[in-house]
T-cell receptor, first 114, second 115 residues
């Protein structure tokens, strides 16, 4: 079965650079979530989209932005990167919201800022 | 506000032992959903189970079983006859029913199963 695809899997950037992470949800899933997981931490919710509109917002820095496109894929744009942004970034998708169906996670993008 | 507490940060067992991972949650909603996810050393988050607040039946799936008790706000996870491949971080998570609620995770429990 098709899963959530994230690219790239690994990314190394320097401080103050920008990064773009991509997420391709499971076909027919209409909701995409982004989570950030620091080393040894639990995943923290950043932002979500339902039917291409932002549906919820968590602890996403102003330096980050995201959108969901007409084909339902999503991109997380990160600017002015800081060392503290080094983390595993997960995208998850679901149908109609996690309350009604489970969210399936991609394999994550490991971002290292040096 | 919703909250998930996994008091056990790390558990070490020997293969074939049974092990229970504890999860206690807080929510003001009467309708909510509880989840367990497994994160092996490779890093991905693997969905294990979803349970809604109206279904208190215990569930068994192979060597895995879950005990949901609303009276104590707990959703514990037991692995029977543990195997080395069970070594991972296990997260309990909660979402409320309002809107497009997102997952609130506990801090996770690292399970180490040695041969």
């Amino acid at each position: 079965a098709a899963g959530v695809i994230q690219s790239p899997r690994h990314l190394i950037k320097e401080k103050r650079e920008t990064a773009t992470l991509k997420c391709y949800p499971i076909p027919r899933h209409d909701t995409v979530y982004w989570y950030q997981q620091g080393p040894g931490q639990d995943p923290q919710f950043l932002i979500s989209f339902y039917e291409k509109m932002q549906s919820d917002k968590g602890s996403i820095p102003d330096r980050f932005s995201a959108q969901q496109f007409s084909d339902y894929h999503s991109e997380l744009n990160m600017s002015s990167l800081e060392l503290g942004d080094s983390a595993l970034y997960f995208c998850a998708s679901s149908l109609g919201g996690t309350g009604r169906t489970e969210a399936f996670f991609g394999q994550g993008t490991r971002l290292t800022v040096v | 506000a919703q909250k998930v507490t996994q008091a056990q940060t790390e558990i070490s067992v020997v293969e074939k032992e049974d092990v229970t991972l504890d999860c206690v949650y807080e929510t003001r909603d009467t309708t909510y959903y509880l989840f367990w996810y497994k994160q092996p050393p490779s890093g991905e988050l693997v969905f294990l189970i979803r349970r809604n607040s109206f279904d208190e039946q215990n569930e068994i799936s192979g060597r895995y079983s879950w005990n949901f008790q609303k009276s104590t706000s707990s959703f514990n996870f037991t692995i029977t006859a543990s195997q080395v491949v069970d070594s991972a971080v296990y997260f309990c998570a909660l979402t409320e029913n309002s809107g497009y609620s997102t997952l609130t995770f506990g801090k996770g429990t690292m399970l180490l199963v040695s041969p």
